[in-house]
């Protein structure tokens, strides 16, 4: 999304993703590194620690136990409701981003099991139209949510959201209140709802499901927050400091418990899950 | 309709009024000339009215001279009693809070409010609330719950406020708790759009059982302009981008989105407030008595499942 553009503000780069080559470049530290030993080691650059981007899949195997997760997503795809057009129509960036993703959608909802308890995970996937919360997500995040309270299992989400799906215009901000609706059930329920903010969780993806998280960890790099620095350029014209929205600004202001690195995120959810479970149940 | 058109219909409204003057005058008889200029006059404006672009709404809605939800209180809820605070980090006068007494019963008012001068505005922040905004109204939604008082919203805000201090004090932590209050409450909700329904900032208060909208308001998830920068990455496009968004009340209700659409007299709500208000304060009373009909647990499922239900999509052909 252009609002991530600015070079600063880059705390993750979106590598390239199809270059089947053995070596990639770094973009942060410009070594030539394995390929392979960056995919090993959670996408994160092996020479300098920078944190390359994760695909929707990639990040769930990172965080769970090995083959333990079956992708139950609803099997839909987006309307088109306003007939959006732009510089191309709605319908040919959802293909485009279907085939860019191999996804249905900006997100997986999957059955996993993180060190042997069973939850339910939502896991978003940036490179679909920069994770945009549209009609889509937001159902496959209620019925995530759903399926956690029909299971009796923790519901974990993992958010990578530029905000809401421009596209679908009010139907895209009426998702976050569809998801809060639901996320009020799971409160009901007391089934612990933990969020899991990773680079970037901003917009109306922030300003609803993602905060409402009972239990809130940043990965190390997220960018986290309301409005981007374009729109405050644009609106206010106020300076920022260069942690601005960083996630050690929003552990500082209290908008999140924990950060956690990348290749620690899964020992952080396994730790909170414990409290969670009863052991004499 | 332009905006030159809409200083013409003013000019010939002005020339009428000098020449009701004249009229009032010794020896001399306009009143051939004052009919019909008024007839010229209504004429123009029901032309130019009729095919409003959805450009010319965001205008409207947005007009210096709209009623604010504050002109909208004082002429509906005439014993209006504000509260002020979040009892956390401050008060925020781009969002008032308040309980009034609506056809013999007391209620919860939250509203955005817009300043009318500069002075105003340096204030009010343009109806931009920031996160003391929310969380004020956020303790005025639990003080309604706690008493029964159903809760009203006004909404009229370009989104919240956003800048350094809104990030540090979670301005989005504090609209998701907003709409998490409002999907508990079991008092009956009713939010009405009256001009301007910007983003994240005005659904946070707009989550409601009923959601209305005055004729020419506009309910958006991005400013036309912001629209236009993002996706045509060209500033000038907004009236295309406000077309697309499909962000009027009529689209909305033909969308099925919002309840109802309330008329504004000819020319806009600025023309005639008090009838406006009227027509407004009518609608929040019936919509409000169709509710405290309903059982409260029956209510807020109703609610909840309004909110679940909204999204289209379609199901994935087998194979593909």
Request: aromatic share 6%; proline share 4%; charged share 30%.
């Amino acid at each position: 999304m252009p609002i991530f553009r600015e070079r600063e503000y880059l705390r993750v780069n979106l590598g390239e993703q199809r270059d089947e080559s053995l070596w990639m470049q770094c973009k942060a530290c410009g070594e030539l590194v394995f390929r392979r030993r960056v995919r090993e080691n959670n996408n994160i650059c092996p020479s300098c620690g920078e944190y390359f981007f994760l695909t929707a899949t990639e990040r769930l195997e990172s965080l769970i136990d090995a083959h333990s997760f079956e992708d139950i997503s609803r099997p839909i795809v987006a309307d088109d409701p306003l007939g959006f057009h732009d510089t191309k129509p709605y319908a040919q960036r959802i293909t485009e981003a279907q085939e860019k993703t191999g996804l249905p959608g900006a997100i997986i909802i999957a059955t996993a099991r993180i060190a042997e308890v069973p939850v339910i995970m939502g896991v978003m996937d940036f490179r679909f139209i920069g994770g945009s919360m549209g009609a889509v997500m937001g159902e496959q995040i209620c019925y995530g949510m759903e399926e956690a309270v029909r299971r009796r299992r923790p519901f974990i989400l993992v958010t990578s959201s530029g905000g809401a799906r421009i596209q679908e215009g009010m139907f895209s901000l009426l998702q976050m209140a569809k998801t809060s609706s639901v996320r009020s059930r799971l409160a009901d329920e007391r089934l612990p709802f933990v969020s899991v903010m990773t680079y970037p969780t901003t917009g109306g993806v922030q300003a609803s499901i993602a905060s409402l998280g009972d239990i809130i960890v940043a990965e190390k790099g997220a960018v986290i927050g309301f409005a981007g620095r374009r729109v405050i350029r644009s609106t206010i014209a106020e300076e920022l400091p260069g942690n601005y929205q960083t996630d050690s600004f929003a552990l500082e202001h209290g908008l999140i418990d924990r950060v956690a690195a990348r290749e620690s995120l899964r020992d952080e959810l396994a730790s909170i899950l414990r409290f969670f479970h009863d052991d004499h149940e | 309709m332009t905006m030159s058109d809409e200083r013409t219909l003013d000019l010939l409204e002005a020339k009428i009024a000098e020449l009701r003057e004249l009229d009032k005058l010794d020896g001399m008889d306009l009143t051939a000339e004052i009919e019909r200029l008024e007839g010229k006059l209504q004429s123009l404006r029901i032309d130019h009215y009729a095919e409003l672009s959805d450009w010319d709404r965001v205008k409207l809605a947005r007009h210096a001279k709209r009623p604010t939800a504050l002109d909208f209180i004082q002429r509906m809820l005439p014993d209006f009693f504000e509260l002020h605070g979040d009892r956390l980090a401050g008060d925020d006068p781009a969002l008032v809070a308040g309980l009034a007494r609506l056809e013999g019963r007391s209620v919860a008012v939250l509203a955005h409010q817009k300043g009318r001068t500069t002075d105003e505005n340096k204030e009010r922040l343009f109806g931009m609330a920031r996160p003391q905004g929310y969380r004020k109204a956020r303790r005025v939604m639990r003080l309604a719950e706690r008493f029964g008082f159903p809760l009203v919203s006004l909404i009229d805000t370009p989104g919240a406020y956003p800048g350094l201090e809104s990030e540090s004090l979670n301005i989005g932590g504090a609209i998701a708790e907003c709409l998490e209050t409002m999907m508990a409450l079991s008092v009956p909700t009713v939010a009405a759009v009256i001009g301007e329904g910007g983003s994240g900032g005005a659904i946070a208060i707009a989550a409601a059982d009923r959601v209305l909208m005055l004729e020419n308001a506009i309910y958006t998830v991005i400013s036309p302009e912001g629209a236009a920068a993002v996706l045509w990455k060209d500033r000038d496009r907004v009236r295309e981008a406000a077309q697309a968004l499909g962000l009027t009340a009529p689209r909305l209700a033909e969308l099925g989105l919002i309840d109802e659409v309330i008329p504004e007299p000819l020319g806009g709500a600025h023309k005639e407030p008090d009838t406006t208000a009227d027509a407004l304060r009518n609608a929040l009373s019936r919509h409000l008595e169709e509710l405290s009909k309903q059982d409260p647990e029956a209510r807020r499922e109703t609610r909840r499942q309004r909110y679940r239900d909204i999204g289209r999509f379609h199901t994935l052909a087998e194979g593909s």
